[in-house]
């Protein structure tokens, strides 16, 4: 645990090391504090007044400064607790940012969301509230021990078995339910993209989800969460109930081992001072048992966090892509695959296959196949979304491994089938691809896109807010933004991954007319099922079940009569397809 905060704080660590310092004195200071108690009862009882009213007053001054340290200590733990909010945070960024793009699946970003939100919220609480009551609960007892130990040397050693027993039992009732709270966590982690899910897609739940069944998948999430919820309460009430036992069974074999004491000493001649030490050890013994309960009390809490912490080093634990000690610039804007093989998980089938080809700088390259043929795969590759399990992906002649990541994105711009838009204007999320781009630069990328069209219509002009997401706008708007965003970035490699597949006939025709414009400018590499793209790009790919099974000029594709030939004679078929009346149903009517 302490290693995971190490981690979180970098630099603010030696915060955390002042204060579990500083948390080590208050428990050494409350100790001896209440073995002020020792010398003030033992002068008390034997009648010596003026000796035991200056412990007293050693006593009260030791609360003082006990009050004192602990305030000071309470502030201490603040501090680390935002420390751990804000440097945490930043690092748990900034390793985030150098992992793999295909890294972000839904379940991965719902951890992660979770984790920066209510995991960090959960262990900044530990150095804030709870490291306190329990570093302190365990070294007090421990300097009570000593005066056990020399008051009655078996009630001593009572005590110090009984510490280990105790750490052992808290060990195992806190694994007891460390599985459910892990569950529990993944379960709130989905909830809640489930609720995020639930506002963000009305349109669809509403139009397809009738009979009130919109909210089917998010009570089914908050369903599981309820069962997990409750088997986690079950068993945190089960440990702490355990745990509560455990000291009180402690408390009850000291108070065994007293009495046995008090037995021994009354069947011999009881003296004044075997008295006052039995006296002593009961109060010490009541002292030793109080501060353990509160270390029973905040077990729970550390579980809990432990499990976030768990979570939180997970993401920390994949890794990120390796960067080259000597990058090596890009040549040119080729690409070429050799031999290349990826699957996304150990125990699934490759989605692709031994993949070669070459693409030559300032071409254009169509990959056609069906759905799963691992054409947006291949591209992602290209962009290092992650690597290749076997062979290598060239840009510009270098392994992209060998590229730095800087290097890479220099090269490399991308259209999404999906394009998102940022909060703001127009200008400002076409200037995302290039921060530093002139208002010249900015309007030449807007007409290449055909974004001029859109800002000549709006009032405001490219300055016009799109919304979040970019929701003020049309799908075939917000496409074209995407464009111009890619675009202005200047990058002579563009990756184009199913850009028109949604988009109205005039839009489609606007963004083949921007891919015809940068042909010979720009090596581009298009994922594509329409005949307008296709057909003017200088090579065709097509793939199959992860293998490149066609490769070369329309032209001579068309000639072969193959996969390709099929998918342009399917293409030109339903190009030509017309709605026409039922001449039959007129007849008869």
């Known amino acids: 645990m302490l290693n995971m905060l190490t981690q979180l704080l970098g630099d603010d660590t030696v915060l955390l090391r002042r204060y579990l310092g500083l948390a080590i004195v208050y428990g050494v200071l409350s100790g001896l504090t209440i073995l002020a108690l020792v010398p003030l009862l033992s002068y008390l009882l034997i009648g010596q007044l003026s000796v035991a009213t200056a412990w007293l007053v050693a006593l009260l001054f030791g609360i003082l400064v006990c009050w004192g340290v602990r305030w000071y200590l309470e502030q201490a733990g603040v501090r680390v607790g935002v420390a751990i909010l804000q440097s945490g945070r930043h690092r748990l960024g900034e ?4 992992l793999p793009v295909g890294w972000f699946t839904a379940a991965n970003t719902a951890r992660l969301s979770h984790a920066t939100t209510q995991g960090m919220m959960a262990v900044a609480q530990l150095p804030a ?165 509160d270390v029973a009390q905040h077990s729970d809490i550390l579980r809990s966090a432990k499990g976030q912490l768990e979570e939180i080093q997970a993401i920390f634990d994949a890794e990120p892509l390796a960067e080259p000690t000597t990058p090596q ?26 993949v070669s080809l070459s693409i030559t700088p300032g071409s254009m390259t169509a990959l056609i196949g069906e759905s799963g043929s691992g054409k947006t795969t291949l591209a992602r590759l290209v962009a290092r979304f992650f690597d290749a399990d076997h062979g290598s992906v060239l840009v510009g002649g270098v392994d992209v491994r060998a590229m730095s990541s800087t290097q890479l994105a220099n090269q490399v711009s991308q259209i999404f089938q999906e394009s998102y838009l940022f909060a703001g204007s127009i200008a400002d999320n076409i200037r995302f691809g290039y921060p530093d ?147 039959t149903r007129e007849t008869a009517q």
């Not at 390793?95 to 150098?98: G, S």
């Not at 695959?337 to 699957?343: D, E, G, I, K, Y």
């Open 95 to 98: 390793h985030v940012a150098h």
């Open 129 to 293: 509230h709870v490291f306190t009551p329990v570093i302190s609960g365990l070294v007090t007892p421990i300097v009570l021990l000593s005066a056990l130990l020399v008051l009655h040397p078996p009630l001593g050693l009572a005590a110090l078995v009984a510490l280990p027993l105790l750490l052992a039992v808290l060990s195992l009732t806190t694994k007891l339910a460390r599985h459910a709270d892990r569950a529990f966590q993944q379960h709130f982690a989905a909830t809640s993209q489930r609720m995020v899910e639930f506002a963000s897609a009305q349109a669809v739940l509403r139009a397809f989800s009738g009979n009130h069944h919109s909210t089917r998948f998010l009570e089914q999430a908050m369903q599981q969460q309820q069962r997990s919820g409750t088997r986690l309460a079950c068993l945190s009430a089960l440990s702490a109930l355990l745990n509560a036992w455990a000291v009180q069974i402690v408390f009850a074999v000291l108070l065994i081992v007293t009495s046995l004491w008090i037995n021994t000493l009354l069947e011999g001649a009881l003296t004044v001072s075997s008295t006052i030490s039995v006296i002593i050890a009961l109060v010490l013994v009541s002292r030793f048992v109080e501060p353990l309960l």
């Open 329 to 354: 610039p890009p040549r040119d804007a080729s690409i070429e695959l050799r031999a290349v093989r990826f699957r996304y998980a150990p125990h699934e089938p490759d989605v692709l296959n031994g």
């Open 437 to 583: 781009a002139s208002d010249a630069e900015l309007l030449e990328a807007a007409r290449l896109a055909g974004v001029i069209e859109i800002v000549e219509r709006l009032p405001q002009g490219l300055d016009t807010p799109v919304g979040e997401a970019g929701t003020r706008l049309s799908g075939g708007e917000r496409q074209r933004i995407a464009i111009a965003r890619a675009l202005i970035k200047n990058a002579p490699i563009l990756l184009v991954d199913e850009a028109t597949a949604a988009l109205d006939a005039e839009n489609q025709a606007i963004i083949t007319q921007a891919l015809a414009r940068l042909r010979g400018q720009r090596t581009l590499l298009v994922i594509a099922h329409q005949l307008s793209t296709v057909s003017m790009a200088d090579q065709i790919i097509v793939l199959d079940e992860g293998r490149v099974i066609e490769q070369g000029a329309p032209d001579e594709l068309l000639a072969q009569q193959g996969r390709y030939a099929t998918f342009l004679g399917q293409r030109q078929t339903a190009k030509g397809w017309r709605i026409t009346p039922d001449k």
